[in-house]
């Protein structure tokens, strides 16, 4: 009711078009009972609320699911199991699901425009893809080029200073790294450009499960680094896109 009279109002000129759009960004969410749905999240941000699956049975995944698809738009679902996945799958066949990043993606009826800039994703090893694929995948919706190149940790520095013409040709560069995580440093003294450093709790027992490649991280001698949480691969995914893009990730509003 209030959406009907905010357009009828706005229709006969009793409010502004910026008022109204104001109005629209603030409009109530939807209660499923077990969840509330932030069904303006895509107005206010660019992109619909990202669903995070681990601890949410399968068929709340589901329901929530089906609830922030059905205005046709992107759906991404972070750590979810197979078992969502399956679920889903009946339901909207073109699902993809990443299985080693646990990520599950669903682009919408009309894709964003491929970016010009150019995502680069970095990793120390191989056991880092995982989190590297979960930016991959967030940025694969959102209409980034992406590139990877992955297990050049500076336990063997000269594969990372092989690639240089790589990094320079990147309009951002994400690094995802365990183990002590001194790699993201050692691309952003190579490079001009914006790094955004992951954590991963990869290591052994002193690693502290990520919590030491993150101090390693946050300490950087080397300016223009930017810290996410522990194996927070979507986050970086995310923040590399508003930086790409120069604006907020998934801008194909006219409003943004």
Known sequence: MDTERLLTNFKSGRISFKAALKRLKELPYKDLGFARIDNHRKLRRGFPEVVFGQGKTTDEVIKIARRIASGGGALLITRADEAAYSGLKKIYPKLKYEKRAKIISLAP??????????????????????????????????????????????????????????????????????????????????????????????????SFKGIAPLLTMLNSCSPGVAVVNIDNGFGAGYFASMINIGTVPFGDSPYL
């Open 109 to 206: 009826a009309h894709r964003p425009r491929i970016k010009k800039g150019l995502v680069l994703i970095v990793t120390g090893g191989t056991a880092d893809m995982p989190v590297a694929l979960e930016a991959k995948a967030t940025l694969e919706l959102t209409g980034d080029r992406v590139e990877t190149l992955f297990d050049v940790g500076v336990a063997g520095l000269h594969r990372v200073l092989h690639k240089r013409a790589l990094l320079e040709k990147a309009n951002v560069i994400i690094v995802a790294a365990g183990m002590e995580g001194a790699l993201a440093s050692v691309v952003s003294g190579l490079v001009s450009k914006p790094v955004i450093a992951v954590p991963t709790s990869v290591g052994y027992g002193a």
